[in-house]
C-alpha cells in the first residue's frame, strides 16, 4: 500500500494571501473519511461540507488530532510540511479511505487538502494494537515562475 499525495483544495492559497490563514498561529487538524466521502472534491472548502468522517469509536475522535504544520522558505519556494498524526486503534478495525486536514481557526473552517491513504484507490482496513499514522511531507510547495 502506499498513500497518495496531498491535493490541496481550491481556495487554500487564495486564502493564505489574503491573510485569513496563518501557518504558524492557526489551528490545523485532521480527520479520517470512508471511501463514500466527498473529500476527494477539491471544491468543497468549509470542514461542515466534508462528508462521511469516521464515528468517534475505536481509538479514533472525530475533530480531535491537531496536526502543528510549518513553513520554510529556500530558494523562493515555500513549502508547507506537519507532524504525523497518529491514532491507536483499539477494540475494533477502523477502515478508512482519506486523510483531510482542515484549518480549525478559520471561520469557515477552510479545508487545506486531502489525501488517499492507499492510492490504488482502496479502503485502508487497519486493526487493533496496531496504530495509523498518516505521513505529512511536503503537503504543498508553493514556488515563483
Request: glycine share 4%; charged share 20%; hydrophobic share 40%.
Amino acid at each position: 500500500m502506499t498513500a497518495g499525495p496531498w491535493v490541496m483544495h481550491d481556495t487554500f492559497i487564495e486564502d493564505c494571501v489574503k491573510g485569513d490563514v496563518d501557518i504558524d498561529t492557526d489551528v490545523f487538524k485532521v480527520i479520517l473519511c470512508s471511501s463514500a466521502s466527498n473529500a476527494e472534491d477539491t471544491s468543497v472548502v468549509a470542514h461542515a461540507s466534508i462528508t462521511n468522517q469516521l464515528a468517534t469509536a475505536n481509538g479514533y475522535t472525530q475533530d480531535d488530532e491537531v496536526v502543528a504544520l510549518t513553513g520554510s522558505n529556500s530558494a523562493g519556494s515555500y513549502t508547507i510540511d506537519g507532524d504525523d498524526p497518529s491514532w491507536d486503534v483499539v477494540t475494533a478495525d477502523l477502515v478508512f479511505r482519506f486523510a483531510v486536514i482542515y484549518d480549525d481557526t478559520h471561520a469557515s473552517k477552510l479545508i487545506v487538502a486531502h489525501m488517499l491513504a492507499d492510492d490504488t484507490p482502496a479502503d485502508v482496513t487497519q486493526t487493533p494494537d496496531n496504530p495509523i499514522t498518516i505521513q505529512i511531507n511536503d503537503i504543498i510547495t508553493i514556488a515563483r515562475v
